[in-house]
């Protein structure tokens, strides 16, 4: 495999992209989305009877995070949170804002998959969500907003806060059917012929499992935080929603760790095959070798070069002792045989 599938590109691979900054404001009747070019344009509508979701693709830029920082009052210890894309999934509340950094995950071709993080900001009447990259997460979201249709259109930002979040886990299962896939191929391989390429496919497979691990049970732990309704910013009617978050979570996390352990029942079967292959090559080796001793011992007794020997003038000497090691073969097969060796 080329490239590790727990990719995170850091700072240095989203510094070749631009950080771009939609706001969009809506309610039940009302829907509008613009962009933003300049960090001082960033702000929320002065009517905060509707729901705003500035959606910001691309952390590097500090004066965009800035701005946001400022026009929400976020603390710094939050902004510093967003820009570090390579911390543990965590959830902490603020006074007027609640905060949640975890991990999106999407199949990455062949390859595995691709890890990106997502910060959120559930605020009142508003929602921020900062993306490393922009990989179409949200895109289904996006598009039931535009449509005017659906039940996000009609209530709060702590529901969008909830679809968010439904949408990254659901992206851990196309991941995970991936995998399934892939653990089947491998299984198919160490059955039939496994070689050394298939060995590194077991280490590299169980390598993406570790790394969608550590990213899989912290997603766990902070759906279940909101679904114990903790937060003032998280209606009571919604708690049964992230407790359906939680069980996908759970399940998310369940699956992987299965995983984990077939790939350490199928290395395991690799390496008693590896060894039950030497054994067996080992076992002819042995054979060969124990029929040629007594084959050799007669070689070596007539091939030495003493004058007076028996049967060395004997016309018949040579056919004879050829006779004589096919019988000492062919007897040590048989016995072989009986005995189960071969």
Not at 207 to 230: F, M, T, Y
Request: proline residues 5%; charged residues 25%; negative net charge.
């Amino acid at each position: 495999m080329s490239q590790p599938e727990d990719s995170n590109p850091g700072l240095d691979e989203s510094n070749a992209r631009p950080v771009t900054v939609t706001v969009i404001d809506y309610d039940a009747t009302h829907f509008s989305e613009w962009k933003c070019s300049r960090p001082e344009e960033i702000r929320l509508p002065s009517s905060r009877r509707t729901v705003t979701w500035i959606i910001v693709d691309g952390v590097h830029d500090p004066e965009i995070v800035e701005a946001i920082g400022t026009a929400l009052g976020i603390h710094p210890l939050t902004r510093e949170d967003i820009m570090n894309t390579r911390q543990r999934p965590k959830i902490e509340e603020y006074e007027d804002y609640l905060y949640v950094a975890v991990r999106a995950v999407a199949v990455d071709g062949d390859e595995g998959f691709q890890s990106r993080q997502v910060s959120l900001l559930l605020g009142n009447g508003y929602i921020v969500s900062f993306q490393e990259q922009p990989d179409g997460t949200f895109d289904r979201i996006l598009g039931r907003l535009r449509a005017g249709g659906g039940r996000v259109r009609s209530v709060g930002p702590d529901y969008l806060f909830y679809a968010l979040l439904d949408a990254i886990v659901d992206g851990y299962f196309g991941v995970i059917e991936v995998f399934g896939e892939r653990i089947e191929v491998i299984e198919e391989e160490v059955m039939a012929e496994p070689d050394r390429e298939t060995l590194q496919k077991i280490y590299s497979l169980k390598r993406s499992l570790i790394a969608l691990r550590r990213s899989a049970w912290p997603l766990r732990d902070i759906v279940a935080q909101l679904e114990r309704g903790e937060s003032p910013l998280i209606s009571d009617a919604l708690h049964i929603y992230f407790r359906d978050i939680y069980d996908h979570a759970v399940g998310v996390a369940e699956t992987v760790e299965t995983y984990r352990d077939m790939m350490s029942g199928i290395l395991d079967i690799y390496l008693s095959s590896q060894s039950s292959r030497m054994n067996e090559i080992m076992k002819v080796l042995t054979i060969i070798a124990t029929i040629f001793i007594p084959l050799t011992f007669i070689a070596g007794i007539y091939g030495m070069n003493f004058e007076y020997m028996p049967e060395l003038s004997h016309p018949l000497g040579y056919q004879a002792s050829l006779i004589s090691m096919m019988v000492v073969a062919a007897t040590m097969l048989i016995y072989f045989r009986r005995k189960g060796w071969i």
